[in-house]
């Protein structure tokens, strides 16, 4: 079995902010040159998430709407003392979206549906944010 390890820096600008990286992830498999596994996709980080869904502006304008209405970014929150940055509406939907993804590997291509993909979601204040890639499995030999 072999196991290999990627991280993709990248700039948030909005939030939140759906941002598709399965072209990334899907390079990282054909330099790994793994055929048979999977791809863990994992955000480092306490306000960011990792989903997959369909990239349709529409449908994530819909999922924008859900979140605010599910977790409003104007309520009380208890992690909002001065000693933290105001964001607990961006902790509290980080936790209901989770951290990371995983993807099957077959043939040496991710296993997404036709209309599957991968993003990473900013959910607080636009920064410098990361992505770690882990890709396990055999290579065809
Ligand atoms: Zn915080």
């Known amino acids: 079995m072999e196991l290999k390890m990627y ?3 990248l700039q948030t600008k909005l939030s939140p902010q759906f941002i598709d990286i399965t072209d990334d992830v899907d390079a ?3 330099i790994s040159e793994i055929d048979k596994g ?3 996709v994992f955000s480092p980080h306490t306000t960011t998430a990792i989903i997959i869904n369909e990239n349709d502006s529409k449908l994530l304008q819909d ?3 859900v979140l ?3 977790v409003p970014k104007k309520q009380n929150y208890n992690h909002n003392t001065s000693e933290y940055e105001g964001n607990g509406h961006s902790h509290c939907r980080q936790i209901l979206l989770g951290s990371s993804e995983t993807v099957l590997i077959e043939d040496g291509k ?3 549906g036709a209309w599957q993909r991968i993003f990473f979601v900013e ?3 636009p920064r410098d ?3 770690i890639i882990q890709i396990m499995g055999n290579k065809n030999l």
């Open 7 to 9: 991280t993709v820096s």
């Open 28 to 30: 990282f498999v054909k």
């Open 38 to 40: 999977n791809a863990v």
């Open 63 to 65: 999922f924008a709407d």
């Open 68 to 70: 605010e209405h599910l």
């Open 110 to 112: 991710l296993c997404l």
């Open 123 to 125: 959910l607080d204040s």
């Open 129 to 131: 944010r990361k992505i």
